[in-house]
């Protein structure tokens, strides 16, 4: 498998995306847009995985590659090319479908539990899921499920969780692929998001949780194990 990765932020990487990549044999590459690195072409990759960012998904102006980055999501997606999109990368793919980006209803920053919804059990990948798992999340907006693509997933503070299209396009607003550092990154440089919420955990209660840290690694292996096939 020849996975490439776009990456909006410094401090929101690929962490355990390219450990499992490169712990298996398979080829990790990744554009990195602060740096406005130019996109693979089609025939370059396999799979293609958008990470997160504090960025909103319409902040053009902010992040001009913002732009040519939404062309190239749809491209790979009418090239029928694997798809995974986490948080933003989930909001920017809802938007190439037509969905829409909204603030939602509560802010949802911590480890909180995910129930996958009736649908997703006739899905090749998260029907091997459990109906229920902890995630790590870290996000203030939400999408719309687009036109053609069926909720999978949703949580207490946030009704639309995860969706698929397509039999290949994976969107989901939680984080599997994140790391004990990886998290601790995020907590230092989004640190003005961590106020009084009914869904933001506490710092210290945040970082102190890395007992789900081998369960989110597990799923995201069962994800990536089975989005190409």
Excluded at 109 to 122: F, H, N, Q, S
Aim: with cysteine.
């Amino acid at each position: 498998m020849r996975l490439h990765c776009i990456q909006h932020v410094p401090f929101e990487g690929p962490a355990n995306l390219e450990q499992w990549a490169k712990a298996n044999g398979h080829t990790f590459t990744k554009t990195v847009l602060y740096y406005d690195e130019d996109f693979p072409k089609m025939n370059e990759f396999d799979v293609l995985a958008i990470l997160g960012g504090p960025l909103n998904v319409y902040e053009e102006k902010d992040y001009p590659w913002l732009k040519r980055e939404k062309k190239f999501i749809k491209d790979a997606i009418e090239s029928k090319k694997a798809v995974l999109g986490i948080c933003l990368g989930a909001q920017l793919i809802a938007d190439a479908l037509g969905g829409k980006i909204t603030a939602n209803k509560e802010k949802e920053i911590g480890w909180y539990p995910v129930t996958l919804t009736p649908e997703a059990k006739k899905s090749k990948v998260f029907g091997k899921f459990p109906e229920k798992f902890m995630a790590f999340h870290w996000h203030g907006d939400t999408f719309s499920i687009p036109p053609g693509a069926v909720r999978m997933a949703r949580s207490e503070a946030c009704e639309n969780q995860a969706f698929e299209y397509g039999g290949h396009v994976y969107a989901v607003q939680f984080h599997l692929e994140s790391s004990d550092d990886s998290i601790n990154r995020l907590a230092k440089n989004c640190s003005d998001e961590l106020v009084d919420g009914k869904y933001i955990q506490k710092k210290e209660e945040m970082l102190s949780q890395d007992k789900y840290l081998e369960g989110i690694y597990g799923l995201m292996k069962v994800l990536l194990e089975n989005i190409s096939k």
